[in-house]
């Protein structure tokens, strides 16, 4: 990844960089090798499992109606995926009999990982996302369990308070900031 400020330094780069793989033998992808305009939000690109973007400050469009952009970065929908699918993995049906606490405790290894790598950036949202697909399958777990002995309205207490008392981890709330990122007083 090389970022620039101009089309010249664009091409330059490009040139700069074929010129040393082509001394080591290689040379670019043509396929995953693109120039992306960063500027005013317009696209993005993913990157490691994230998803990187300008975004226009909202406080600042407010406070003095003036155009800021800052890069942000959350999971790519590629790293969405594939958290889904390791938690869809490892909550089948066919552990509705397993004790809950350890299919949570399976779970959260997966959970503490993925957010361990994404909490530094603006993943918020999407880790509520992923906060709701954990509980879905829990939950889903508990209904196959009671099949169609459950009392009426004993589903509704298996909601995310009742999960997290048996240890299931929240990813909400986890986003932290590198330490120039905000201000404490």
């Known amino acids: 990844m090389v970022v620039c400020d101009t089309k010249a330094a664009v091409e330059e780069a490009q040139r700069r960089v074929s010129c040393v793989l082509t001394r080591l033998g290689l040379e670019l992808h043509s396929e995953k090798t693109r120039t992306v305009d960063l500027s005013r939000g317009r696209e993005g690109f993913d990157f490691l499992g994230c998803h990187l973007r300008k975004r226009m400050s909202g406080p600042i469009w407010e406070r003095a109606r003036k155009r800021v952009y800052y890069l942000h970065r959350w999971p790519s ?6 958290v889904r699918t390791r938690v869809r993995d490892l909550t089948p049906r066919r552990r509705c009999h397993d004790d809950l606490r350890t299919v949570i ?20 949202t999407k880790f509520i996302h992923v906060d709701a697909y954990v509980e879905e399958r ?18 509704a207490a298996w909601r995310r308070p009742f999960f997290e008392a ?5 990813l909400r709330g986890t986003i932290q900031y590198p330490g120039g990122a905000h201000a404490t007083t």
């Open 77 to 82: 929908a590629r790293a969405m995926r594939r």
């Open 105 to 124: 405790a399976d779970v959260n290894r997966v959970l503490r990982g993925w957010g361990q790598y994404f909490r530094t950036g603006n993943a918020a």
């Open 138 to 155: 829990l939950r889903g777990l508990l209904l196959k369990r009671a099949g169609s002995r459950l009392p009426v309205g004993r589903a």
């Open 166 to 170: 048996l240890g299931l981890i929240r």
